[in-house]
């Protein structure tokens, strides 16, 4: 083990931030912002309730949009053991059977703020976006005509 991982097991300095406590006690130990921190945890884990896997989660926040006479949900779930909430984008798309299938996209907490930033500058992109004519040889849809 390296220097600092045996000065952290005799006590010398917190186990978790690596305060130093000017003395050793033989054991490992915490500083009160740690101790406080770790109670803090432990209670808010006590609290939250954990829901078995087969029961359905309601979201914490939900949004339905409908751009165009499509149907979109975007919820944010609370994840099954009560930490690290996770956005659900889902869209209901027809089949050929003519029923629907649901399309989810799961982005997890920490992801958000990028996913943020990236609609933002494809939202600035769209803005700017002038399409050129299509040539006599291709359509809109990118299906050759004659």
């Not at 921190?37 to 339905?64: D, G, H, W």
């Amino acid at each position: 083990m390296g220097e600092i991982a045996d000065v952290m097991l005799d006590g010398s300095l917190c186990e978790t931030c690596g305060v130093d406590f000017g003395t050793s006690t033989g054991f490992p130990r915490r500083c009160c912002r740690c101790r406080n921190a770790a109670k803090k945890r432990e209670a808010t884990m006590s609290k939250q309730s954990v829901a078995p896997m087969n029961e359905r989660l309601k979201p914490l926040f939900s949004k339905t949009l409908r751009p165009g006479g499509k149907l979109f949900y975007l919820d944010v779930y609370p994840s099954r053991n009560g930490w690290n909430p996770y956005l659900s984008l889902c869209e209901n798309r027809k089949n050929k059977e003519g029923g629907l299938d649901r399309i989810r996209i799961f982005v997890n907490a920490e992801a958000v703020p990028e996913l943020r930033d990236a609609l933002d500058e494809i939202h600035e992109f769209l803005e700017n976006y002038t399409p050129s004519a299509p040539t006599t040889a291709e359509t809109l849809d990118g299906v050759a005509t004659e």
